[in-house]
């Protein structure tokens, strides 16, 4: 812990460090030398370190520091020790008292064991910030010297601020030389020399500093004892970190006493799990079946540390000795720690008779489960709560090919809603392999079983899958089916690498088929797309049936290339059905947009659906295609649409577009810049439109 005094004195020497810079900020910027300084016009410099022109100073701070840097530059030993020296020779009483602190803040940095006799006399300065300077100087010098100096004004030193800061020191250095003298300051009578010497042994570590640590901890002042606890826990930390754990371990015995408090418990007991292993499950057993719930909950967590099949053993045998939350908690550890040595334990405790109990059993089988645990897993997952959760979640996430397998096999025969659940959990397996036995049940008696086979199949199935989804929309019944049903075909046909073996299913059905089914595969034939599928939309087109029709102009909306724009323009002129015409013109705009058609196309497609559109909203998406189509004739047409209100904000964002893509600004665009700065309040908008008009007034 700090003094007071010795924050005094740090601060003083940081604002000393700074003084000039931000004396700098307060009037004219300072300039740099002309040229780079040289080690040889150092003498120049130094004076002004003291300057009371503010320019003058920062000038000399800035050529004095850029001396050190160079010096100091990877690959220039030689150098780096010359400045060094330099910099030490100039230590004395004769320099301003600025320059001497600032000379020791580069010396911090660059300094090594051919300054140190010139630091050593600093330490007994009269000028308070020069001696701390020369002491932070020392505390970050490298050489083994150093350490000697800190050590040998430590033990002369009388004043308590300079004690505390001196041990800071040799803290900071992790001195073990240090320690006995160190040592010997926690009988101090100021505390803060106490705090400092508690706060360094734990800094240097080591078995001497350990044994000191362990002695003095029942003599420090009451306020000391957590700081004395840390420090003794630091030093354990670092015999555990250089391998010595039977010291490390012998420390954290110590403070794991009932005598101590819980926070220095509850670290002694992880270091104790850390430097034991194996060793320590029987303390985190006696932990787990006490009553400390803090502690136990910090045990649990190093459940998982402790490697090796003794801890899994140990951990399996005291779920009898434990209640009901104990025991939830430890089979949740188990199943993290995915050894499967506790598998018999987790089976037998999903079939105890509490329900959390059983619910984290059946969740730690998500890793220490297979196939033979499947049934048990689909029956719990076909009931409800957590339980039913947890095992859903195993079944999901249990790893093997032959866990699939045999979720598969068990999802054609038995118990509708556990098949309907194993079904559910091999779409969440995203298991492609078992859509063939998935699509088995798209047919199946029982509407769940159905209905979940038709939503799985829309992740996990594929082109063969088709035929059975096709021939299951006509049975289909009820509210949900159908449209599951439709989900399904259409993400199917969507994805398929092999359109051809789509069109087949769909095309033999379609003929026969009534409302909605009807509907359902003509949108299908929209998402395979080709020649052949064409020929049938566009004769649905005529139909008499008002859903056949916009169920057609869906499929014409939403095809995958622009040989359908044509059809679509027709429908937007045409169909008596606004529903349609918005639709179709959507549909049309979409491959206008398409990324890779060259803007004259682009220009001409929304040229066309202007002549067609009536709402606002369908403008709003001619203007977008425009804004992507950086010509002056895409500008034309967007400036014409800055007088309708409707638009005006949709306008203005294309307009702005389009000239910031424009290297010159079209003619007309200072007016069209002008007209949107007048009613815009969009930011980036205005931002645009104003750099558009200078460069078009330019």
């Given amino acids: 812990m700090t003094s ?9 020497l940081a604002l000393a460090a700074a003084a000039c810079a931000a004396a700098a900020g307060i ?36 050529a004095v520091e850029m001396l050190a840097m160079n010096a100091a530059r990877p ?51 009269k000028d308070a910030l020069v001696r701390e300077s020369a002491r932070r100087a020392l505390q970050w010098n490298p050489a083994p010297e150093a350490a000697d100096a800190l050590r040998a004004a430590l033990a002369k030193a009388a004043d308590p601020a300079w004690r505390v800061a001196l041990v800071g020191a040799l803290g900071s250095r992790k001195d073990a030389a240090a320690a006995p003298a160190v040592a010997r300051l926690l009988a101090d009578k100021d505390e803060s020399v106490v705090a400092a010497a508690l706060a360094a042994l734990g800094n240097i570590g080591g078995p001497e500093a350990a044994r000191s640590l362990s002695a003095a901890r029942a003599a420090v002042p009451p306020a000391l004892k957590a700081a004395a606890a840390d420090a003794c826990l630091k030093c354990a930390d670092l015999l555990l970190k250089e391998g010595k754990k039977d010291e490390a371990a012998a420390i954290y015995q110590q403070m794991y006493a ?53 801890a899994t053993a140990a951990m399996t045998a005291l779920l009898p000795k434990l209640g009901p939350a104990d025991q939830a908690a430890i089979i949740t550890q188990l199943g993290s720690r995915g050894d499967a040595a506790a598998r018999a334990a987790v089976l037998a405790a999903a079939r105890n008779p509490d329900a959390a109990v059983r619910a984290a059993a059946f969740g730690a089988l998500a890793t220490l489960g297979g196939p033979a645990d499947v049934p048990m897993l689909a029956q719990a997952a076909a009931g409800a709560g957590p339980e039913a959760d947890a095992a859903r979640a195993a079944l999901t996430q249990m790893r093997g090919q032959e866990a699939t397998q045999a979720m598969a096999a068990a999802a054609a025969r038995g118990d509708p809603k556990q098949r309907a659940e194993l079904i559910k959990a091999l779409a969440g397996r995203r298991a492609a392999e078992a859509a063939p036995a998935v699509t088995a049940a798209v047919s199946d008696a029982d509407p769940a079983v159905r ?12 082109e063969k899958s088709l035929p059975a989804l096709v021939a299951a929309l006509a049975k289909a019944a009820g509210p949900e089916e159908p449209q599951a049903l439709e989900k399904t075909i259409l993400a199917v046909c969507g994805r398929a690498a092999n359109k051809a073996a789509c069109l087949q299913p769909v095309l033999a059905a379609l003929a026969p088929a009534q409302m909605p089914a ?29 859903a056949v029709r916009e169920s057609a102009v869906r499929a014409l909306a939403d095809w995958p290339d622009a040989t359908v724009a044509p059809d679509l ?27 890779d058609r060259p803007a004259p196309e682009k220009i001409k497609m929304c040229q066309e659906a202007l002549a067609v559109v009536k709402r606002a909203d369908e403008k709003k998406l001619v203007l977008g295609v425009l804004g992507d189509a950086a010509t002056p004739e895409a500008f034309n047409m967007v400036a014409a649409m800055l007088d309708e209100k409707p638009v005006q904000e949709e306008a203005a964002l294309a307009a702005t577009k389009i000239g910031k893509a424009l290297g010159r600004p079209p003619a007309g665009a200072a007016e069209a810049m002008e007209k949107i700065l007048a009613f815009t309040k969009n930011k980036n908008a205005r931002k645009d439109a104003e750099d558009i008009l200078k460069r078009a007034k330019r």
């Fill in 4 to 12: 007071l005094r010795t924050a005094v004195l740090s601060l003083a």
């Fill in 27 to 62: 009037g004219a910027v300072p300039q740099a030398p002309a040229a780079a300084p040289q080690l040889k016009d150092l003498d120049t410099f130094l004076p002004d370190v003291a300057s009371d022109d503010i320019q003058r100073r920062a000038n000399a701070l800035k």
């Fill in 75 to 125: 690959g220039a030993e030689a150098e780096r020790a010359a400045a060094a020296r330099a910099f030490a020779a100039r230590l004395g009483a004769a320099t301003p008292q600025a320059a001497r602190v600032w000379l020791l803040r580069q010396l911090q940095l660059m300094g090594r064991a051919e300054v140190i006799p010139a630091l050593v006399p600093l330490l007994d300065d």
């Fill in 258 to 310: 009932p005598a101590e408090p819980a926070t220095t418990r509850l670290a002694a007991l992880r270091g104790l799990v850390m430097a034991r292993g194996e060793k320590a499950i029987p303390l985190i057993a006696e932990v787990l079946a006490g009553k400390d719930a803090a502690m136990k909950t910090i045990a649990l967590s190093f459940v998982q540390e402790i490697p090796g099949p003794d």
């Fill in 451 to 462: 209905l979940e086979a038709v939503k799985a199949l829309e992740t996990i199935g594929d």
């Fill in 518 to 546: 009807k509907g359902t595969l003509i949108k299908a034939l929209g998402r395979i797309g080709g020649t052949q599928a064409l020929g049938p939309v566009r004769a649905a087109v005529g139909d008499a049936d008002p």
């Fill in 569 to 595: 323009l027709a429908i937007a002129r045409t169909d008596a059905k606004q529903t349609n015409q918005v639709l179709a013109i959507r549909g049309y705009l979409r491959l206008a947009g398409l990324p």
